[in-house]
């Protein structure tokens, strides 16, 4: 069992939590996540790694209550258990293991969207540690639901809050922020690594390609087993097939094909698109054995 031993509420059903968990906390890094499961009939909800401490022997997940079993989520108190607490799964951000000599080069905006900021933190921090300073922008459709903020601006150079509304620094979108950045700040930048809804990830990917920067997304598609048994997080990167869960989650976002990966996220919440896609992709919903291998 897992204990709960902090609890916050960051925004209106916005959750984050601490979590008793030594072994995971002791091998986990920026870009990977956890399967959480509350008890034995639960379901596996995956959820990225927001923070971690490795002598306190904790990692931090940052949770949207939306669904049925996120809402349930949100009912654990300090003290409660999750039954399982499976990780750490897929593979870290790509500058874990970049050599300092590359890094040094390298001249980052972070962009985060809503419940985004959360996997975005651990990287911004991470780099903040090995001694890179990095931007960021955090958008959000309105003031309240700004996540993360204070602890963002510790650990990065410049933090720039766009909100759609305007209640709350820059009005507009995150593209319009990074628009602003790049053609009227005479920002320069050669990597951007934006994480948040789908759709957004889709248009600054559009973006950052007209503007010739390298992009970075992570992408959270459904996901049921995390250890690419199932299939179900299948996408399209390149012209080829990968799995979010273990060749990710993070890839190049010029190359995803989002309007599928959106597709395919419909067609879960239907009985009749998960017979849709059973059909042409086999048993990806309820398992039935690897199709990573022949697929790849």
Not at 205 to 224: C, F, Q, R, W
Request: hydrophobic share 35%; with cysteine.
């Amino acid at each position: 069992m897992y204990k709960i031993v902090k609890k916050e509420i960051l925004a209106p059903n916005i959750y984050l939590m601490d979590i008793d968990a030594p072994r995971v906390a002791k091998s986990c890094y920026p870009g990977q996540f956890v399967i959480v499961k509350m008890d034995e009939k639960g379901e596996r909800i995956p959820l990225t790694i927001c923070d971690y401490d490795r002598e306190a022997g904790t990692v931090t997940i940052v949770f949207q209550a939306l669904g049925t079993s996120t809402k349930r989520m949100a009912e654990y108190e300090v003290s409660d258990s999750f039954r399982d607490f499976t990780g750490p799964l897929g593979c870290k951000s790509e500058l874990v293991d970049e050599a300092p000599e590359e890094l040094a080069k390298k001249n980052i905006l972070f962009v985060a969207g809503g419940v985004g900021t959360a996997p975005v933190y651990p990287q911004v921090k991470w780099m903040k540690e090995q001694g890179y300073e990095v931007d960021c922008v955090i958008g959000a459709r309105n003031q309240e639901l700004i996540i993360l903020e204070e602890e963002m601006k510790k650990v990065a150079k410049n933090v720039y809050v766009t909100t759609d509304d305007g209640s709350y620094g820059f009005k507009g979108n995150v593209n319009d922020c990074i628009k602003d950045l790049v053609k009227n700040q005479g920002k320069k930048y050669n990597l951007v690594i934006a994480i948040g809804p789908v759709i957004m990830m889709k248009f600054v990917s559009i973006l950052t390609k007209e503007l010739g920067i390298k992009t970075i997304v992570s992408m959270n598609p459904i996901m049921v087993d995390g250890t690419g048994m199932c299939g179900a997080c299948r996408l399209t990167v390149g012209g080829k097939v990968q799995f979010a869960c273990v060749d990710g989650p993070e890839f190049d976002g010029h190359l995803v094909d989002f309007d599928e990966s959106m597709k395919r996220q419909q067609m879960y919440k239907t009985a009749e698109g998960r017979a849709v896609l059973k059909e042409r992709e086999g048993a990806t919903h309820k398992g039935g054995g690897c199709g990573c291998s022949d697929s790849k």
